[in-house]
């Protein structure tokens, strides 16, 4: 004889089916564990710089004026011993063609390695294929920045940014630049230069 009522029974069913599913704690979702520990700001002295290349027509220009003058070489080597020695001196020709190859290469590795980042407190500009060399110019130590463009920058649309500093040393320039870029670059540098003299 059954000595439960139905009401019983379904209390009893429901607290041994709490009891399989666990602890009420462990019942609901489990959520992703966070960080390990809280998340600080980056280190501004470990943070890569932004560094910018120089514009394609820097290396146009140098191309070209490689183009030119080692293709007159080359005529001049081809051409004139062939007229007053002999046929066979024409092979001369095949040096300045050797060089235009390999200048052409050069001048493209060269046009990469090129490059500036502004940070916080200078300027870096890093050049160089066989031997790299890394300039910093400190913004408090610059004394004069100036826009130079001559008549073979001018035809290509091109500015160059020189900069002067207390020491020698850290003098730099940065060739090829687009006119409006030198001009902005120059305006900042100036601006950053004044207010480190002033110590702000």
Not at 20 to 43: I, Y
Not at 91 to 106: K, R, S, T
Not at 186 to 200: H, K, M, P, V, W
């Amino acid at each position: 004889m059954e000595t439960g009522s139905p009401d019983d029974t379904g209390t009893a069913g429901a607290t041994q089916a709490a009891d399989r599913a666990g602890p009420p704690d462990q019942a609901g979702p489990v959520l992703p564990a966070g960080p390990a520990g809280p998340a600080g700001p980056a280190d501004p002295a470990r943070e890569e710089p932004v560094w910018t290349g120089l514009p394609p027509g820097l290396l146009r220009m140098r191309r070209l004026l490689l183009v030119v003058w080692l293709g007159l070489l080359t005529l001049a080597a081809g051409v004139l011993p062939a007229l007053f020695l002999a046929p066979l001196w024409a092979a001369l020709a095949l040096l300045p063609l050797a060089l235009l190859a390999w200048g052409w290469v050069m001048l493209g590795r060269n046009w990469r390695s090129w490059r500036y980042a502004e940070r916080a407190d200078d300027l870096l500009i890093s050049r160089g294929v066989l031997w790299q060399e890394e300039t910093v110019v400190p913004y408090g130590r610059m004394q004069l920045v100036e826009v130079t463009s001559g008549p073979v920058e001018r035809h290509f649309g091109l500015a160059s940014v020189q900069l002067h500093t207390a020491a020698a040393a850290t003098d730099a320039t940065i060739p090829g630049l687009d006119p409006a870029e030198a001009e902005r670059l120059r305006d900042r540098l100036t601006e950053l230069g004044e207010a480190r003299s002033a110590g702000l």
